[in-house]
């Protein structure tokens, strides 16, 4: 099995990769259009995509959810830390240039600020890294993981420099065959999208069956269309097996309301969601 990651290697989709799947072959993509063209063309291929973050919120990955439709087979809670990586014998007082991912300067942005750095945007933390080894510049520096200061023989200057401790990104495991766990006993995640019929009230009419059958939703966003900004997809997650009669008939129910409807995945919840 090839476990795909978009970014250089060091990446935290390559550290969560790793740790899921210590045997498997993990190979990095450029992007993330890459690798979900990547899985849908190869049934032995899975891609491992960062959803959202507990502090800045969705990656923005949802626009190639809807177009491939991949089977999402696990979720994984990784915990994130940020570390300021610059070339061997630097100090925190020559840095005056910081690089890496947007999502990570602004969940290092207090630690930014307070050393009066100033920011530069790049595709990916690992990517930042890779550029100062090559740069060689003593003013530049890059938030990045420690796996990152390995591979590319930097320096951490600052360990664990995020705003809030505790920050985790959600990654989902995806590929094309469509596989989902035996109903039993335990938690699970059901995950779907949707575009309702054009008509008033339609979602509040659409989500009546999640109440009346007593199915949470842990998960309820819209975004547009390709295109448009009259029409908008939905992608949602609720508690419970798509087999439990429950789920069942609140997704009868949704489907009446539906132009499209298209179940991603059933998948055991990460236990980090009992924390």
């Known amino acids: 099995m090839k476990i795909l ?5 060091g990446a935290y989709s390559h550290l969560a990769a790793k740790e899921i799947y210590p045997e498997s072959k993990i190979i990095a993509c450029k992007t993330f259009d890459e690798c979900f063209r990547k899985a849908e063309q190869d049934k032995n291929v899975k891609i491992i995509i960062p959803e959202s973050n507990r502090i800045t919120g969705n990656i923005g990955i949802e626009y190639l959810i809807f177009k491939h439709r991949l089977n999402i087979y696990a979720e994984h809670f990784h915990i994130i830390e940020h570390n300021l990586l610059g070339l061997p014998g630097t100090n925190i007082k020559d840095i005056k240039n910081v690089f890496s991912h947007a999502q990570a300067l602004s969940q290092c942005s207090e630690f930014i600020k307070k050393n009066n750095l100033n920011e530069n945007v790049r595709a990916d933390t690992a990517g ?40 985790v990104t959600r990654f989902l495991i995806m590929g094309k065959t469509v596989s989902q766990p035996e109903f039993k006993s335990g938690k699970y995640i059901t995950s779907f999208l949707f575009k309702l019929k054009s008509k008033p009230a339609a979602l509040y009419q659409s989500l009546g069956g999640f109440a009346i059958n007593g199915v949470n939703l842990t998960k309820l966003q819209s975004y547009p269309e390709k295109n448009s900004f009259s029409s908008y997809f939905f992608l949602c997650d609720l508690d419970g097996h798509i087999d ?28 980090f969601r009992d924390n």
């Open 244 to 271: 439990d009669p429950k789920v069942q008939k609140s997704l009868e129910e949704l489907d009446l309301h539906c132009e499209d409807f298209h179940v991603l995945g059933v998948f055991h919840a990460d236990k």
């Open 5 to 9: 990651y978009q970014g250089s290697p």
């Open 128 to 167: 930042s890294a890779e550029l100062i080894a090559k740069n060689k510049i003593k003013n530049d520096a890059a938030i990045a993981s420690k796996l990152s200061a390995e591979i590319y023989k930097l320096e951490i200057i600052a360990s664990n420099i995020e705003n809030e401790k505790g920050n």
